[in-house]
């Protein structure tokens, strides 16, 4: 399975972004989707999961901000960012998992600056 990830740029704060994850295979037997990210010098760290029955799953420091989604007919994960910070500044990753295979997408990079 591929992953591809798309979506970030430069971005005022308090702007927004989506992000997409587009898998090369049927995303719904997915077992969970999930978004992370890294900011330089920092863990990769959880931002949001989905399971396959839909339930959703956020950090803290995105809550009320970020919302995941999946599009099962375009075999594709969002991740739609509001209000974005200057710590919301990473390299966001797509992760998929079916039947315990784990599959990571590339990263795209999410800026925020004024």
């Known amino acids: 399975v591929q992953l591809q990830a798309s979506g970030g740029g430069l971005v005022q704060p308090g702007g927004s972004l989506r992000l997409s994850c587009a898998a090369s295979?049927?995303?719904?037997?997915?077992?969970?989707m999930a978004w992370y990210r890294q900011a330089t010098g920092k863990q990769r760290e959880l931002v949001a999961g989905?399971?396959?029955?839909?339930?959703?799953d956020y950090a803290e420091f995105v809550k009320g901000r970020f919302t995941i989604s999946r599009d099962n007919a375009k075999n594709t994960m969002y991740l739609q960012m509001n209000s974005l910070k200057y710590e919301d500044t990473a390299v966001y990753y797509c992760?998929?998992?079916?039947?315990?295979?784990?599959?990571w997408g590339k990263g795209t990079q999410v800026t925020v600056s004024s």
């Open positions: 992760k998929v998992s079916y039947s315990g295979y784990v599959y």
């Open positions: 989905l399971s396959g029955y839909g339930l959703t």
């Open positions: 295979e049927s995303i719904l037997s997915a077992d969970v």
